[in-house]
């Protein structure tokens, strides 16, 4: 057979199988691609007009097989028009293109719901969580389409086992701590990687076992130990300090927290904000905690913590040094809801108080900044240098025109509400173009991440541009430096001339992330459990942490005299380099 009479024959045996995934949609048009039948497709897609969707898609999806996400739209259209067959048929032929193959896995699963096969759902939700869907427990809580399916013992006992009214508080912890292990093992992406399965698993038997005298605060405090062989900083148990996440659920309040907030500057533990009743610590160098030195409790709560590094853990300990019930299950302090703090003030003033707990009130769990309603060093906001000044904000720029700067303090990676990062990125380039800046310098020391997939705004806005070039760009990272603001920094590197200033970051350019949720039903704890892998440059290096290329470490005396090291740093090279 001549060629081309074999690649017309491919060409139609092609067509006719997303004929019949489409359920027999008829395409009758030129089996070219060409710009004008995919804005068409596209169209029906955005206006809902499923039907036009479905024959639009099913023409894409023959022609371009290799296509999944023409095969996903396909299946979408079909699902809204009520065929589920042929939605089910356009997922698995998606599947087969390797495209998003977990959220396919997701859909086919709610199609078996609708069958009433529960059992094949089950199996296709299990696919899904170790193919690396995100947050599938939050999906199946929000999502009526898989109600019905926890009506069923099976479906349930996989995916939310719930006890009867009567189980005693240990029987929960148990029953929860084994739905934790069946998921860690589905959806970690290297579940025992760093710790081998021996040592997790008498971990876990000997956390079981404390369930029957532990209250919860100690079991989440066994929690967080648990979660640390894992080994890396997004495998951890949402504090339970009652507060709710993204909206969908709230974490159990087992936790307090102290009036307090204290930072690690090189080893030197300090109070950095304190209520009003406390005023007098802010400033003083922590001597000791409950029963022990500070040191002492500093390496217990480090060999406690889930984390990358050991700078992610300074900047996580500082919460869980104000947490009396963790600080209790250490063995660091006596009562379970209050701890004794001594600290020397820098006059010698020897200070003793007393700390009791009180609900949490912050919306983030973790902070590198004082509350601004606290007392604290500047006290008036308007005195507080501009690293400090608007580190609540999720991003904004300051243009200094004495000195040539462009700052650029980037503390979130997410939209605010009508502030998207997408506009900010084009903010940023518009002020690029307008002032020609001396330099630049990008501020990412108090961001621990968001969504990677605003990344592209900041790179685009920076690589190319006027101050792209040795010596004009610099990027400011430390120890909060996390998640996707590790993959943002990874980017800079590998796209811009940027040089790293600070302190090493939180997280190395090669990291397992995502906070990726498993929810036990019978105590409220929430775990996320990391399933992706996060490349930022060549696999076989395994650096722990960026290394910044100007070093410019936090310490009191800058931070008590209201200067920045970092951008000190930065003007020092500057001048240097005129």
């Not at 065929?83 to 699963?109: Q, S, V």
């Not at 066994?222 to 890396?232: F, I, P, S």
């Not at 902070?367 to 609540?392: F, G, M, N, W």
Request: net charge negative; with cysteine; glycine share 8%.
């Amino acid at each position: 057979m001549r060629p081309g009479r074999m690649n017309a024959r491919i060409r139609v045996l092609t067509i006719g199988a997303a004929l019949l995934v489409a359920g027999g949609a008829h395409v009758a048009r030129a089996s070219v691609i060409g710009p004008a039948d995919v804005r068409s497709a596209e169209r029906a897609y955005e206006t809902e007009a499923w039907e036009a969707a479905r024959k639009e898609y099913a023409f894409l999806a023959a022609n371009a097989p290799w296509n999944g996400s023409y095969w996903r739209r396909l299946a979408e259209a079909c699902a809204a028009l009520g065929d589920a067959p042929a939605a089910e048929r356009a997922y698995l032929r998606m599947r087969e293109t390797g495209f998003e193959t977990g959220p396919a896995a997701f859909e086919i699963a709610a199609i078996k719901v609708a069958r009433e096969d529960y059992r094949g759902a089950a199996e296709w939700l299990k696919t899904a969580l170790s193919e690396g869907m995100n947050n599938v427990a939050f999906r199946l809580l929000v999502d009526p389409r898989f109600a019905p399916a926890f009506e069923d013992e099976a479906f349930a006992a996989v995916f939310r086992p719930t006890l009867p009214d009567g189980a005693t508080r240990a029987e929960q912890w148990r029953t929860d701590l084994d739905h934790l292990d069946r998921h860690y093992r589905l959806t970690h992406v290297d579940p025992f990687g760093r710790t081998g399965e021996a040592q997790w698993n008498a971990a876990l038997a000997a956390l079981k076992a404390e369930a029957d005298a532990a209250t919860d605060a100690r079991m989440a405090v066994g929690l967080m130990r648990l979660m640390a062989l894992a080994g890396d900083g997004h495998s951890m148990p949402f504090a339970p300090y009652g507060d709710d996440l993204f909206g969908v659920a709230t974490t159990p309040a087992f936790f307090t927290v102290a009036p307090v907030e204290f930072y690690d500057f090189g080893g030197e533990i300090r109070v950095i904000a304190a209520a009003e009743e406390h005023a007098d610590l802010v400033g003083a160098r922590v001597e000791r905690i409950g029963d022990v030195s500070v040191e002492e409790a500093y390496a217990r709560l480090r060999d406690a913590m889930p984390a990358d590094n050991d700078y992610q853990k300074r900047w996580m300990a500082m919460r869980y040094l104000a947490t009396p019930e963790v600080l209790h299950a250490l063995g660091v302090s006596r009562a379970p809801s209050r701890c004794r703090i001594v600290a020397r003030r820098d006059d010698g003033a020897r200070l003793r108080k007393t700390l009791v707990g009180a609900p949490h009130t912050e919306e983030r769990f973790t902070r590198a900044v004082p509350s601004l309603d606290r007392k604290q060093i500047p006290d008036a906001p308007e005195d507080r240098p501009l690293y400090l000044k608007r580190a609540e904000e999720p991003f904004f720029l300051h243009w200094d025109e004495a000195a040539g700067i462009l700052y650029v303090q980037i503390n979130t990676l997410l939209n605010d509400g009508e502030r998207t990062v997408e506009a900010f990125g084009r903010d940023v380039a518009d002020a690029i173009d307008a002032h020609q800046p001396r330099a630049v310098v990008v501020d990412l020391r108090w961001n621990s991440g968001g969504d990677s997939g605003f990344n592209k705004y900041i790179v685009n806005a920076l690589a190319g541009s006027a101050a792209d070039a040795p010596g004009k760009l610099f990027t400011i990272i430390g120890r909060k430096t996390f998640s996707a603001a590790i993959n943002l920094t990874s980017a800079l590197k590998t796209y811009t001339h940027t040089r790293l200033v600070g302190e090493p970051s939180g997280a190395g350019p090669n990291f397992i992330g995502e906070t990726n949720a498993v929810f036990l039903p019978n105590t409220g704890m929430i775990v996320s459990v990391s399933n992706r892998r996060h490349q930022g440059v060549l696999s076989e290096r395994r650096d722990r942490w960026w290394t910044p290329d100007l070093p410019a470490e936090p310490n009191w005396r800058d931070y008590e005299n209201g200067v920045d090291p970092a951008m000190r740093a930065i003007e020092r090279y500057l001048d240097m380099t005129r």
